[in-house]
């Protein structure tokens, strides 16, 4: 087996080396150079490597000492001339734009120049062009700034127009300055799994129908942005997405969804996991929305302005691996099977609320201390009495007795 492998690698060696490359792909990688800062290459860095006027870039790249590295030529086309399937640059401090031309690679497969200084925006992909191979793009960070102005309106995005690669999966622009607008899913291929944009200044509200055409989506990361405004009702729907990360931004409430009142059955939510953490989401823990995803797993909503009572979940859905609300408003009683989870079955934070039934003999509140009575108070009238002069009797602090009535936010595991 092994003979077999190294047999066929080095056919696949032999037929990339002697192949010249496809002129137009050897103007893009031509391009893709000298969109970059001289300064910023380094030599011994792959890109230092690329010398056109001494070697053809495929046919050096597995043999001679130009063209080392920084590249592949996986694919030859019928004309017997091999084409650029890949480009990935090492992390090396390349400054300086990335070329438009790497949208001229029909074959490429892989673009991905993270950890790098490169600035700019993320150039459009033109809309003739066929880029049915490329399936990932890594451009995490750099220093890829926005906006991209679209031509037809006034508004400037995120993204351009990515629609034309067909089948993308994987967008991660994460750690960048990349700022505006993000818009409605028409500028994202349907095949789309996974998209990161965490760690940027993307700002407004997230359409309502943003991932109305990215229907595959299975993670989406848009924490540590300016978002605002409702998060959309559609999320919290979507039949693929398993991990949502929102935590970091502005956003004050959850839009509001008729899925909250059907039965849990009828949930065509998929998600895993949720972080709503550090925003500013005000009001109570909506129960439907809760109960709307019966496959949650982990649910962070840390810091946040939340009120109301920690939210009841039946016996029959997933059991909460973690649970972290700490940081909010929350008051009431703690649900009885919370306080029977042991440290170590789950990931529990209850700290720095209004719940003074929150002894110190519990992990879950260990940490931060409740917030002072008065604090709660005036931060929502409606904070119930009861609370309050259970506050003031140290006795009741230590029973379980008034929590019987809970029915669990998290069940053991
Ligand atoms: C955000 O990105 C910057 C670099 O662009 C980095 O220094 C910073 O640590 C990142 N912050 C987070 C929270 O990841």
């Known amino acids: 087996m092994t003979w077999l492998l190294t047999a066929v690698a080095v056919v696949l060696f032999l037929g990339d080396a002697a192949a010249k490359t496809h002129p137009a792909d050897a103007d893009a990688l031509r391009l893709l150079k000298a969109a970059l800062d001289p300064a910023s290459i380094a030599p011994g860095s792959c890109l230092s490597s690329w010398d056109f006027t001494a070697a053809d870039p495929c046919d050096a790249l597995s043999s001679g000492e130009q063209f080392t590295c920084g590249f592949r030529c996986d694919a030859g086309d019928p004309a017997g001339l091999a084409r650029v399937t890949d480009i990935s640059l090492e992390a090396a401090g390349y400054a300086g734009n990335l070329s438009p031309a790497v949208w001229t690679l029909p074959y490429l497969q892989t673009l991905d120049a993270a950890d790098n200084q490169l600035s700019g925006s993320v150039p459009p992909p033109p809309l003739s062009l066929d880029l049915r191979q490329l399936r990932r793009i890594a451009l995490s960070r750099n220093a890829f700034s926005g906006e991209i102005p679209l031509q037809m309106n006034d508004i400037s995005g995120w993204f351009p127009d990515f629609s034309p690669l067909s089948s993308l999966t994987y967008l991660d622009a994460s750690d960048n300055a990349i700022s505006g607008r993000v818009l409605p899913a028409a500028a994202l291929p ?140 929350l008051y009431g009683p703690i649900p009885a099977p919370l306080m029977a989870v042991k440290e170590g079955e789950a990931a529990v934070s209850l700290v720095d609320n209004c719940l003074f039934q929150c002894p110190r003999s519990f992990f879950f509140c260990h940490g931060r201390n409740q917030k002072q009575t008065a604090t709660c108070r005036d931060f929502n009238p409606s904070f119930r009495s009861s609370s309050l002069s259970l506050s003031l009797h140290p006795s009741h602090l230590h029973g379980r007795r008034s929590t019987r009535e809970g029915i669990p936010g998290v069940q053991r595991a």
């Open 190 to 329: 349907p095949s789309l799994l996974k998209l990161s944009a965490r760690n940027n200044s993307l700002q407004g509200p997230l359409p309502p129908d943003f991932t109305a055409g990215i229907p595959n989506l299975q993670v989406l990361d848009l924490s540590h942005n300016r978002l605002s405004g409702r998060v959309p009702a559609a999320l919290f729907v979507h039949p693929a997405l398993q991990q949502l990360n929102l935590a970091f931004n502005r956003f004050t409430s959850l839009e509001s969804s008729p899925q909250w009142w059907r039965p849990a059955a009828a949930s065509t939510s998929g998600l895993v996991a949720v972080d709503l953490g550090h925003n500013r989401l005000r009001g109570p823990l909506p129960l439907g929305w809760v109960r709307a995803m019966p496959r949650l797993a982990s649910l962070t909503m840390e810091d946040n302005l939340l009120t109301g009572m920690i939210p009841r979940r039946s016996p029959a859905e997933t059991p909460l691996s973690r649970l972290l609300l700490g940081g909010n408003y």
